[in-house]
């Protein structure tokens, strides 16, 4: 299943921003693939990533596994830290 990073690119949030790109960043240079999917291009996606999270205020950059719920960028953060970002990232 494909690595999804839901992200908006439309934010007025300076940390936001910076958030989403260190994952784009760390991603791509572990050759990690993965699709970026804009939530401020359609509500649904907006919709689906809060359902996924299970947290109808979640903000972006949230991170699945196709359907399956990894986290956010403090548990990304996290995981990399703890050396175990393939574990996190269910690959």
Request: include cysteine; glycine fraction near 4%.
């Amino acid at each position: 299943m494909p690595l999804i990073v839901y992200f908006s690119s439309v934010s007025g949030s300076l940390e936001m921003k910076k958030n989403q790109e260190r994952i784009f960043f760390v991603l791509q240079s572990k050759n990690i693939p993965f699709e970026a999917v804009d939530i401020s291009q359609d509500s649904a996606n907006k919709d689906l990533m809060r359902k996924r999270a299970g947290n109808p205020t979640a903000l972006p950059p949230q991170i699945c596994n196709g359907d399956i719920y990894c986290g956010d960028i403090d548990a990304f953060n996290n995981a990399i830290e703890m050396e175990q970002l393939e574990k996190f990232l269910k690959i």
